[in-house]
């Protein structure tokens, strides 16, 4: 990184090794100037010539812009289009849609976990509120055979956890009961444990990849 920041100021920034650590580690909102001198120095120490939609990482999303709610984020290929020069305006196919399907006998369980949750976070009398969440749990979500170490109410199913969910073809409960088999806790947990404390979301979104594979493997493996 002292490297990044003696090469910047070679095109007139002012970096020093504390202000190249907060660009990487995601704490420094850079501005286009700082991400095209970016691009520059890495070019130069990389000896290939570096894209602006390069600094993106891995990424297939962006936290923001998104439409309406966050579970409608651009998609990559939407910001390297307008970096292209492309007029920036967001059309149906540059961004996450929430599925919208009919309710069938198979969606029962999810509408039961969706009332699970409303009525979590609406009654005013806790003690009858938990009791009865608890039981739709019980009955809707957890057979039998589940161990008892996987068993009791579970936390709303966060962006990253549907994302990968739908990459693996799966409920996202499933995906969370996995998570909890093969780590002791959630995906994100996971990820953040791996990446470290103050990695950046593009190295977050890496290690995901492989946490979901790692889920993959332990599905097949039980076929």
């Given at each position: 990184?002292?490297?990044v920041a003696?090469?910047g100021?070679?095109f007139g920034?002012?970096?020093s090794?504390?202000?190249v650590?907060a660009i990487e580690?995601?704490k ?12 520059l120095?890495l070019?130069?120490l990389?000896?290939?010539s ?8 891995a990424?297939e999303?962006?936290?923001?812009p998104?439409?309406l ?6 998609k990559r290929?939407?910001v ?14 540059d961004?996450?849609?929430?599925p ?5 006998e198979d969606d029962?369980?999810?509408?039961l ?5 409303r009525l ?5 009398d ?12 019980d009955a809707a979500?957890?057979?039998s055979e ?16 549907s994302?990968?969910?739908k990459?693996?073809?799966?409920r996202?409960?499933?995906l969370?009961r ?11 947990a996971?990820?953040k444990q791996r990446?470290g404390?103050a990695s950046?979301?593009?190295a977050r979104?890496?290690?995901t ?6 889920i993959?493997?332990s ?5």
């Amino acid at each position: 990184m002292d490297t990044v920041a003696q090469a910047g100021r070679e095109f007139g920034a002012r970096w020093s090794l504390s202000s190249v650590q907060a660009i990487e580690g995601g704490k420094a909102a850079p501005t286009l100037p700082t991400l095209l001198t970016l691009a520059l120095v890495l070019g130069r120490l990389s000896g290939e010539s570096i894209r602006l939609a390069d600094l993106l990482g891995a990424a297939e999303f962006l936290d923001r812009p998104y439409i309406l709610s966050s579970d409608q984020p651009v998609k990559r290929s939407w910001v390297e289009r307008v970096l292209s020069g492309a007029p920036v305006e967001i059309l149906a196919e540059d961004h996450a849609h929430a599925p919208v399907t009919s309710p069938t006998e198979d969606d029962w369980d999810e509408e039961l976990e969706l009332e699970a949750l409303r009525l979590r976070s609406a009654s005013t009398d806790a003690a009858r509120s938990y009791d009865s969440v608890d039981a739709m749990w019980d009955a809707a979500n957890q057979p039998s055979e589940l161990p008892p170490s996987l068993r009791g109410p579970r936390p709303p199913v966060s962006l990253a956890e549907s994302r990968a969910a739908k990459k693996l073809g799966i409920r996202p409960l499933l995906l969370q009961r996995h998570a909890s088999k093969l780590w002791g806790h959630s995906l994100e947990a996971e990820a953040k444990q791996r990446a470290g404390a103050a990695s950046t979301p593009q190295a977050r979104g890496r290690v995901t990849r492989i946490l979901v594979d790692e889920i993959r493997a332990s599905l097949e493996s039980e076929d």
